[in-house]
């Protein structure tokens, strides 16, 4: 069975840092691009970033420019989600996302895999 699962709740305070992970069990890892999205309370769900199954390119939202960077790890089966500089808007549940679409990845749906997603607070 496919399992996408985030780790690395967290309350961070602002300005501060925090990175996710998220480990996939689907295969070849390599053939899956990988999304990272959020949802605040009370909003819908947004894209945050993407990275190509090679890892050679990424994508983000623009607000999380220059702040956030996803990176994977092929070998691990594991994509990442740094984020620095964290504001207080940045709070939401974070999801990861796995799909054989740069397309369908970019427009958050119709994925083959989602994972449950992981709670991140910051606090101003």
């Known amino acids: 069975q496919v399992q996408l699962v985030e780790s690395g709740v967290g309350l961070v305070q602002a300005g501060g840092s925090l990175r996710l992970s998220c480990a996939a069990s689907?295969?070849?890892?390599?053939?899956?691009?990988m999304g990272w999205y959020r949802q605040a309370p009370g909003k819908d769900r947004e894209f945050v970033g993407a990275?190509?199954?090679?890892?050679?390119?990424?994508y983000y939202l623009d607000s999380v420019k220059g702040r956030f960077l996803i990176s994977r790890d092929n070998a691990k089966n594991t994509v990442y989600l740094q984020m620095n500089s964290l504001k207080p808007e940045d709070t939401a549940d974070y999801c990861c996302?796995?799909?054989?679409?740069?397309?369908?990845?970019?427009?958050?749906?119709?994925?083959?895999?989602w994972g449950k997603g992981t709670l991140v607070t910051v606090s101003s």
């Open positions: 996302a796995a799909d054989r679409s740069m397309n369908l990845i970019r427009r958050g749906y119709g994925l083959d895999y």
């Open positions: 689907v295969l070849p890892f390599s053939s899956y691009h």
């Open positions: 990275i190509s199954g090679s890892g050679d390119n990424t």
